[in-house]
Each structure stands twice: as structure tokens, then as C-alpha cells.
């Protein structure tokens, strides 16, 4: 491991200020991620700066009826708050299906939208990675790619977002909020991840020199009729090889509006406009369900190992949206584990 420099910023100014002035500096929240591809020699930054004491936890209503949620919320927290559970249900679902017990508690709401690929190729510094090492190739294209994407590939990388929560974020139209040098912005959840095209090193269009300070909710929360469902190699503690967060709202058997986002088959939460078109003021039948999964996975091309993702990606859009029409979702226990 290489020798770095540690500091904790003060508020959320210094941390901008800290950032700006290092270009090799990463910011560290929980560290569930961080520190393990330091320890792989993966990340190598010149400072860690300690953002885990900023006073960005709370989750507030905003004036347009949605919620305001802090960068640093704990994943845990998050999922268990009266208001996500009550209002977003989906996305305390995604939550609760990600990682362990003990990985939510330290997770923040920032870090998880940061999270890098779970690619093995990424991790392993004996093999050639354009996202590690741009330029240097993509072992995956050629080699095991069971876990990889179907769907926004490129020549240069076929890696995958491996977030849960970032599935329901898409579906449920969030925003996120970001402070730099200049200033604040805000950028739709759909334009913050991006797709590795010939720059794969970058995963999101965050700057470097910028913090994500909140995530933003919209009014409409979908809490009727929603499902995050994640098919996976083990029942618990295992990324998806692919997730559906499906949400509808109904006027007796007709959908008025619907949401798509489909997880772990692109570089980021992958929705589809025309999909979700194709179940607007449509009947709640298998026939609409099936039309809008044909739509979500049209341009899908699998690899050697994971052309199967295809099928199952269409199939769990079909039963997703099956469960959450029939206001049955397939969440996790609301249990309280921590
Ligand atoms: C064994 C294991 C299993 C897991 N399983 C799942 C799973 O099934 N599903 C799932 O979704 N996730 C899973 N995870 C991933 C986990 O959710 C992430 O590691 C976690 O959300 C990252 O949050 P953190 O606060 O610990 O981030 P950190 O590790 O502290 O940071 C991650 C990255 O985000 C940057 N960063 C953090 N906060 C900010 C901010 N506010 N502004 C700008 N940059 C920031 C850091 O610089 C860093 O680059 C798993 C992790 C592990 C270790
Ligand atoms: S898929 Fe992306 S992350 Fe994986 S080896 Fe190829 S370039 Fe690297």
C-alpha cells in the first residue's frame, strides 16, 4: 500500500477546496469500497479526505412534496427512515437487497452512487483494463464475462454499475446534487452515470474537483404498486447478475404511468423512454409487459458467458412488473437487522 497524506475537511466549502487543490486526492465516506481497492493497489490516492463527519445525514421534505436526502446518509438509515419507507418503498427495497448488514451501516448515499465495477479484471493488476489502466485493453471482451454487460458496451469496456439502490434512484427520476469550485448543480440521475464509450476510466460525469452533497426525490414515489426484484448467484451478501425496479400507477386495470430501470447490464442503471412508453395507458396484461421488456432489451448483444443475461433481463421485467401490478413486490424483510 503506498503512503497518503489524511485529512478531514470541516464543511463542505473545505472539502471542495481540499479536492480542488489535489487532483490525486479522493474523497472517503464509509470506505466499504475505497480502502479495499487501495488495499488491491487499485487506487492509489496522494489523500484521503474525510468527508464522514459532514453535516449531510438528514433526509427533509422539500418544498415540492419529494424528499432531500444527504450525501453522507448511511445506506441503513436510509432504507429504514419512516419517510423512505412509507413514500419509497422501492428504493428502500434496492437498499435492503445490497451487500451485508454490516456494509449498510457504513455505506453513504454518495459512496454508493461512486462505487466502482465489481469487474475481476478491474482488480486484478496482472491483467490489461482500460477503466485501470486506459489504453492498456479489456481482458473481459475475450475473456470471463458472465458477469458483464449486455446492453451501452464498447469496444473499449463491458463492465457494469453494480449498485442496487442507483436501479431505483433511475427508476423513481432523482436528482442529484453536487458543489464545486463554482458552485452548486444539479444533474438528473439519468445523465450521471455514463457509459464507458472510448473513456471508460470515467464512471460518472461528476468532475473531479466536485462533492455530491444530496440526492433529491420527486414527489411521486410509486408506493402502491412498485418491485425491486434482483436475481442472483446466492440469495443474500451477492451483486445481481441483474435487477428490475419496476413501478406503476394504475386507474383500475389501466397503467398511467410507468417506470423501467433495469440493473447490472450497463456501465449504469439502464431505462428505456420507449419501454416505459409502451405501457402508458395500456390494459395490465402479460401481452403489455412483454412488449415493454422486448423494448428495454432490443439492442442487448451478449458475450461468450453471459448471453443468457439477455433472456433473464426480460424475463424478470415481465415478473417485476407482474408483482408490482399486483401491488405484491418482492422486497426484503422490513425487519430491522443491524
Ligand atoms: C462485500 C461487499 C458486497 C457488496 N454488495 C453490494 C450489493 O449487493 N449491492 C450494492 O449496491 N452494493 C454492494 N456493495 C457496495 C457498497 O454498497 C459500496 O461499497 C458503498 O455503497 C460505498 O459507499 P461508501 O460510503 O463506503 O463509499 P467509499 O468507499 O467511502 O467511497 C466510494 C467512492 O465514492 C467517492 N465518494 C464517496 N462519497 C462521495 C461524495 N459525497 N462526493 C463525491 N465522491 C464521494 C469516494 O471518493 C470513492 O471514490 C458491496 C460492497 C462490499 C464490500
Ligand atoms: S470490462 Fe471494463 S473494467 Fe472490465 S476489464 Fe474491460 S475495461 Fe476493465
Same mark, same amino acid.
Given at each position: 500500500?503506498?503512503?497518503?497524506?489524511?485529512?478531514?475537511?470541516?464543511?463542505?466549502?473545505?472539502?471542495?477546496?481540499?479536492?480542488?487543490?489535489?487532483?490525486?486526492?479522493?474523497?472517503?465516506? =464509509?470506505?466499504?469500497?475505497?480502502?479495499?481497492?487501495?488495499?488491491?493497489?487499485?487506487?492509489?490516492?496522494?489523500?484521503?479526505?474525510?468527508?464522514? %463527519?459532514?453535516?449531510?445525514?438528514?433526509?427533509?421534505?422539500? /418544498?415540492?412534496?419529494?424528499?432531500?436526502?444527504?450525501?453522507?446518509?448511511?445506506?441503513?438509515?436510509?432504507?429504514?427512515?419512516?419517510?423512505?419507507?412509507? %413514500?419509497?418503498?422501492?428504493?428502500?427495497?434496492?437498499?435492503?437487497? =445490497?451487500?451485508? /448488514?454490516?456494509?449498510?451501516?457504513?455505506?453513504?448515499?454518495?459512496?454508493?452512487?461512486?462505487?466502482?465495477?465489481?469487474?475481476?479484471?478491474?482488480?486484478?493488476?496482472?491483467?490489461?483494463?482500460?477503466?485501470?489502466?486506459? =489504453?492498456?485493453?479489456?481482458?473481459?471482451?475475450? =475473456?470471463?464475462?458472465?458477469?458483464?454487460?449486455?446492453?451501452?458496451?464498447?469496444?473499449?469496456?463491458?463492465?457494469?454499475?453494480?449498485?442496487?439502490?442507483?436501479?431505483?434512484?433511475?427508476?423513481?427520476?432523482?436528482?442529484?446534487?453536487?458543489?464545486?469550485?463554482?458552485?452548486?448543480?444539479?444533474?438528473?440521475?439519468?445523465?450521471?452515470?455514463?457509459?464507458?464509450?472510448?473513456?471508460?476510466? %470515467?464512471?460518472?460525469?461528476?468532475?473531479?474537483?466536485?462533492?455530491?452533497?444530496?440526492?433529491?426525490?420527486?414527489?411521486?414515489?410509486?408506493?402502491?404498486?412498485?418491485?425491486?426484484?434482483?436475481?442472483?448467484?446466492?440469495?443474500?451478501?451477492?451483486?445481481?447478475?441483474?435487477?428490475?425496479?419496476?413501478?406503476?400507477?394504475?386507474?383500475?386495470?389501466?397503467?398511467?404511468?410507468?417506470?423501467?430501470?433495469?440493473?447490472?447490464?450497463?456501465?449504469?442503471?439502464?431505462?428505456?423512454?420507449?419501454?416505459?412508453?409502451?405501457?402508458?395507458?395500456?390494459?395490465?396484461?402479460?401481452?403489455?409487459?412483454?412488449?415493454?421488456?422486448?423494448?428495454?432489451?432490443?439492442?442487448?448483444?451478449?458475450?461468450?458467458?453471459?448471453?443468457?443475461?439477455?433472456?433473464?433481463?426480460?424475463?424478470?421485467?415481465? %415478473?417485476?412488473?407482474?408483482?408490482?401490478?399486483?401491488?405484491?413486490?418482492?422486497?426484503?424483510?422490513?425487519?430491522?437487522?443491524?
Amino acid at each position: 500500500m503506498n503512503n497518503f497524506a489524511y485529512a478531514r475537511a470541516h464543511d463542505v466549502a473545505d472539502a471542495v477546496r481540499q479536492i480542488a487543490a489535489d487532483p490525486h486526492a479522493k474523497f472517503i465516506a =464509509g470506505g466499504t469500497n475505497l480502502i479495499d481497492l487501495m488495499k488491491e493497489d487499485v487506487e492509489r490516492p496522494s489523500r484521503l479526505i474525510d468527508i464522514s %463527519r459532514l453535516p449531510l445525514k438528514t433526509v427533509e421534505e422539500t /418544498a415540492e412534496g419529494g424528499l432531500r436526502i444527504g450525501a453522507l446518509a448511511p445506506n441503513s438509515d436510509l432504507a429504514y427512515h419512516p419517510l423512505i419507507a412509507q %413514500r419509497y418503498p422501492m428504493l428502500a427495497s434496492a437498499i435492503l437487497a =445490497g451487500a451485508s /448488514a454490516q456494509l449498510r451501516n457504513m455505506a453513504s448515499t454518495g459512496g454508493n452512487l461512486l462505487q466502482r465495477t465489481r469487474c475481476s479484471y478491474f482488480y486484478d493488476l496482472a491483467t490489461p483494463c482500460n477503466k485501470r489502466e486506459p =489504453g492498456s485493453g479489456c481482458s473481459a471482451i475475450a =475473456g470471463l464475462n458472465r458477469m458483464h454487460a449486455i446492453l451501452g458496451t464498447s469496444e473499449a469496456c463491458i463492465a457494469t454499475h453494480p449498485s442496487d439502490m442507483c436501479v431505483a434512484l433511475a427508476a423513481l427520476d432523482a436528482k442529484v446534487h453536487v458543489a464545486g469550485p463554482a458552485g452548486g448543480r444539479v444533474i438528473a440521475f439519468s445523465d450521471f452515470h455514463r457509459l464507458p464509450e472510448n473513456t471508460p476510466q %470515467r464512471d460518472t460525469n461528476l468532475q473531479p474537483n466536485e462533492i455530491v452533497t444530496a440526492v433529491e426525490l420527486p414527489a411521486r414515489g410509486f408506493a402502491a404498486n412498485y418491485t425491486y426484484l434482483k436475481i442472483r448467484d446466492r440469495l443474500s451478501y451477492a451483486f445481481a447478475l441483474v435487477s428490475v425496479a419496476a413501478a406503476l400507477e394504475l386507474e383500475g386495470d389501466t397503467i398511467k404511468e410507468a417506470r423501467l430501470a433495469l440493473g447490472s447490464v450497463a456501465h449504469k442503471p439502464w431505462r428505456d423512454p420507449s419501454a416505459e412508453a409502451a405501457l402508458r395507458g395500456q390494459a395490465v396484461n402479460q401481452a403489455t409487459f412483454t412488449r415493454a421488456a422486448d423494448l428495454l432489451l432490443r439492442d442487448a448483444k451478449g458475450f461468450e458467458h453471459n448471453a443468457f443475461k439477455i433472456d433473464l433481463a426480460r424475463r424478470a421485467t415481465v %415478473r417485476a412488473l407482474t408483482q408490482a401490478a399486483a401491488g405484491t413486490p418482492q422486497s426484503q424483510s422490513n425487519k430491522k437487522i443491524r
